[in-house]
């Protein structure tokens, strides 16, 4: 998947070298995040960020060059999972997150995955359709 200009952004898949970007736009949305026993994460890193390329794919949206939304999954079987999705808060409300994730589903399909959900929640055939 290369990149696709929408709505004055693009869209893409990104690489190990945008590692650096996803950890910085994490550390900004990480307070958003609920913090309980249930969904403790710990922030992410530029190590912890290049480890999502190395099982999963990332996909991301730029505008104007600078990474605003992120979504990360890794495939088990037919399985895609999200381990998350952030969108910077400048610009939020804007439907970025649901652009981005119909990225990921769709490369992800393209790829052999036929089912998708969030992390440890099992599959969600609806997010196909």
């Known amino acids: 998947m290369g990149a696709h200009r929408e709505h004055g952004v693009d869209v893409e898949e990104l690489t190990v070298a945008d590692a650096p970007q996803v ?10 995040y609920p913090q309980t026993q249930a969904t403790y994460r710990e922030p992410l890193t ?3 960020a290049a480890g999502l390329f190395a099982d999963g794919r990332v996909f991301g949206i730029r505008r104007n060059g600078q990474l605003i939304a992120v979504t990360a999954t890794s495939a088990q079987g037919d399985l895609t999972e999200t381990h998350f999705t ?4 400048d610009h939020r409300r804007q439907g970025l997150a649901t652009v981005v994730k119909a990225a990921s589903i769709l490369a992800n399909a393209d790829a052999g995955h036929t089912c998708s959900g969030p992390a440890g929640q099992g599959p969600m055939r609806g997010a196909l359709a």
């Open 23 to 32: 950890a910085a736009l994490e550390s900004v949305t990480f307070s958003d």
């Open 46 to 48: 530029e190590a912890g």
């Open 86 to 89: 952030s969108v910077h808060p």
